[in-house]
């Protein structure tokens, strides 16, 4: 009912920036939240940054705190992930996510997008 595209990833330096969108397709009068998460080689699965689909209210982890930031466009159908100052320890397969109405988790999942930081 609800389908995602990341894009957006690459290979950027130490300290540079990339922007991730998330396009959500479908039945999109579903969602309730969309968000980041990403997983390194031999690493767990962390969640990054999520955003409230409407209100626009958002919550970051303390590790991209103050470098990362989401935006809705007017669409109410595409999130963006401004991701300033990489660093190496960032690089990892990014993957967007959406919770539904009435939903207690995220249940729809993108493919993922690689991006990957050079020291």
């Known amino acids: 009912q609800i389908h995602l595209a990341e894009s957006g990833g690459g290979l950027v330096q130490d300290g540079g920036s990339l922007r991730l969108s998330c396009a959500a397709s479908?039945?999109?009068?579903?969602?309730?939240?969309l968000g980041w998460f990403r997983q390194a080689p031999g690493k767990e699965r962390e969640f990054v940054a999520g955003?409230?689909?409407?209100?626009?209210?958002?919550k970051y982890a303390d590790s991209v705190k103050g470098r990362f930031t989401l935006a809705r466009d007017n669409a109410k159908n595409t999130v963006h992930l401004q991701m300033n100052n990489l660093k190496p320890e960032d690089t990892a397969v990014y993957y967007c996510?959406?919770?539904?109405?009435?939903?207690?988790?995220?249940?729809?999942w993108g493919q993922g997008t690689q991006v990957t930081v050079s020291s």
């Open positions: 996510a959406v919770r539904r109405v009435g939903g207690e988790e995220y249940q729809y």
């Open positions: 479908g039945r999109t009068v579903y969602i309730s939240a």
């Open positions: 955003i409230v689909w409407t209100g626009r209210t958002t």
